[in-house]
C-alpha cells in the first residue's frame, strides 16, 4: 500500500487511502479502485507487454479527449462524467515509477444488460464521439498496436497456423475473400476509438442510459465502420449470435442522430468484419499460445471464437436485410 500511496501522492492525491480494491475485468492493465478522503479514483498499471510505447498511448488519448472536450463546450454538453479525465503528474497525463501508472476519478455507474433506449443512447455517445473526433489530424496519431483491426491480417494469421479443421478453414476462407472484396466500402482512415463494446460504456445510475465511453487506449487512425461493427456486436445480437434487428435499428438511429457521414453498407460490412476478425483473434491465441487475451481461460476464448464466428457468418448471410435496417434509420443530422 505504501507504494501506491506514494504514486498517488505524485498525482496529487495527498490524503492516506482508505482501501485499496483490485478490479479484475480487465484483460491488459492492472486496475485498482482507490478509495480515499478526496474521493474515489481508477489506477491502473499499464501493460507494457501488450503496449510497448504507452507514452504513445496517452499521448493519443490526451489528443482525443482535448476534442471531444472543445466539441462538448461548444455544444453546451461538457461533464467531467463524459468522459475519464487523467490527472496529471509532472505535467504528464501518466507517472513512470517502476511501471508506466495513470489515474483517474471514478465514475460512478450501473451494469444493466442492453435494451433498446439504452443502445439508442449508446450508439448517440459513439456518434457523438465520431463527430467531435471528425477534424483530427491523424498524422499526429501514434500507432500503437501495430495490426490492430487489420482485418485482413488476422483472419491470415490463423489460416497460416497449424491445427484448424476442415470446417474452420472453410468458414475463415469464405470470410476473408467476402472482406478483401468489400474493403471499398470503408471511408478514409480517421481517428477511431478501436474497442467500441457495451463493457466499455458507463451506464448512469439516475437515468439507466449510457453515459460515458471508456478505454481509450487503443485509440489510434482507424475505420468509423470498425466501431460501428464492434459496438453492434456487442450490444445488439440475439441469443443464437444473429444481429438483433430490434437492437440494430434503435442503435443506428442514436448513432445517425449525432453523425451521418457513415454508409449504411459500409456500416454493415464493420459489424461482419470485427466479428470476423475478434473469432480469428480468439482462435489464433488458442492455437498458437500467442496469449494476448491473458486474461481468459481457454475455454473462455473458445466460447468467444465461436459466438463471433457464428456472428459473423449469419451477419454475413443477412448482410442485405442489415443494410435495409441500417439504411432506414440515417437521419438528417441535429447538429
Sequence with gaps: MEDLSAILYSFGITAPVKRCERITTGHINDTYKIYSDEGIFILQKINTDVFRNPQ?????????????????????????????????AENRNYLLNNGFWRVYRYIESVSLPPDCRSVKAFGALLGEFHR???????????????????????????????????????????????????????????????DVKWANVLTDPQTLLPETLIDYDTVMAGYAAFDFGDAVRSAC??????????????????????????????????????????????????????NYFA?????????????????????????????????????????
Design 237 to 290: 445480437v440475439t441469443r443464437s449470435f444473429e444481429p438483433d434487428y430490434e437492437l440494430l435499428e434503435s442503435f443506428a438511429e442514436g448513432y445517425f442522430s449525432e453523425y451521418n457521414a457513415l454508409g449504411a453498407e459500409e456500416a454493415a460490412f464493420g459489424i461482419i468484419a470485427v466479428a470476423a476478425e475478434l473469432s480469428a483473434r480468439y482462435l489464433y491465441d488458442i492455437l498458437s499460445g500467442d
Design 132 to 194: 467531435y473526433t471528425e477534424s483530427a489530424d491523424i498524422s499526429r496519431l501514434y500507432t500503437t498496436i501495430p495490426g490492430f483491426h487489420s482485418i485482413e491480417k488476422n483472419i491470415s494469421s490463423v489460416l497460416h497456423c497449424g491445427g484448424l479443421t476442415a470446417a474452420q478453414k472453410s468458414a475463415f476462407h469464405s470470410l476473408l475473400d467476402f472482406i478483401t472484396r468489400s474493403e471499398k466500402l470503408l471511408s478514409p482512415p480517421r481517428l477511431v476509438h478501436n
Design 56 to 88: 504513445n498511448v496517452m499521448h493519443n488519448i490526451e489528443y482525443a479527449q482535448q476534442l471531444i472536450k472543445q466539441g462538448l463546450q461548444a455544444d453546451g454538453k461538457y461533464d467531467s462524467r463524459k468522459f475519464p479525465e487523467y490527472l496529471r
Design 295 to 335: 486474461g481468459l481461460s481457454e475455454s473462455e476464448k473458445t466460447e468467444k471464437y465461436r459466438r463471433n464466428l457464428r456472428l459473423a457468418e449469419n451477419s454475413f448471410n443477412m448482410r442485405d436485410e442489415i443494410t435495409d435496417i441500417i439504411s432506414k434509420a440515417k437521419v438528417s443530422p441535429q447538429h
